[in-house]
């Protein structure tokens, strides 16, 4: 299975900040890496898929980047409704794989 | 726009089969997408358990694939999800998702359904 690993695990922010959370595969997967959000008690959320593709609908402040084995989420300014949990995840291969999540908090 | 719905049984027996039904609206089963099932243990992660096509393709994750079946019903619109031999460590939310091709993310969720493994 190909292992996903982000960091931070958690971040504490302010809005307007500029965040940035990193996604690492344990082996080369292109650019199959999507980015989700998941608010509590809620769906996952798509926001990036192939690693920097904007999913219609999403606020231009999301952007995604990299390909091979490290990616990036970057949030420009951050704001209210963006206080959530983060996941990376790979659609190179099956199992599909998913990171451990990075909460951001206020 | 695609909407999908879990249902089933939210308690299910230590040892019995766990069976959850994800309804299609708004699109059809056997459009050109594989449709899969997500879980999430309280307070954790996202765990892929597997996908299929509406042409009867499955793919199944290898720590799960003994106990799993996924189908579909095509007349009916819906795909289910079995997951034999439960216990407790399969108490979690349950989510059924589309997985949009070729680029294979999954682009559109069921507000998911809690499975609760207990005696």
């Known amino acids: 299975d190909i292992q996903m690993t982000q960091s931070p695990s958690s971040l504490s922010a302010s809005v307007g900040d500029r965040v940035t959370i990193t996604c690492r595969a344990s082996q080369n997967i292109n650019n199959y890496l999507n980015w989700y959000q998941q608010k509590p008690g809620k769906a996952p959320k798509l926001l990036i898929y192939v690693a920097s593709s904007l999913q219609s609908g999403v606020p231009s402040r999301f952007s995604g980047s990299g390909s091979g084995t490290d990616f990036t989420l970057t949030i420009s300014s951050l704001q209210p409704e963006d206080f959530a949990t983060y996941y990376c995840?790979?659609?190179?291969?099956?199992?599909?794989?998913f990171g451990q999540g990075t909460k951001l908090e206020i | 726009q695609v909407q999908l719905q879990e249902s089933g049984p939210g308690l299910v027996k230590p040892s019995g089969t766990l069976s959850l039904t994800c309804g299609v609206s708004g699109g059809s089963i056997s459009s050109s997408n594989w449709w899969s099932w997500v879980r999430q243990p309280p307070g954790k992660g996202l765990e892929w358990i597997g996908e299929?096509?509406?042409?009867?393709?499955?793919n199944y994750n290898p720590s799960l694939k003994s106990r799993v079946t996924i189908s579909v019903d095509k007349s009916k619109n819906h795909f289910s999800l079995r997951l034999s031999s439960v216990t407790a460590a399969d108490t979690a939310v349950y989510y059924c998702?589309?997985?949009?091709?070729?680029?294979?993310?999954?682009?559109?969720w069921g507000q998911g359904t809690l499975v609760t493994v207990s005696s």
């Open positions: 299929m096509y509406h042409s009867g393709s499955t």
């Open positions: 995840q790979q659609s190179y291969s099956t199992p599909y794989t």
């Open positions: 998702a589309k997985v949009a091709t070729p680029q294979l993310h999954f682009d559109s």
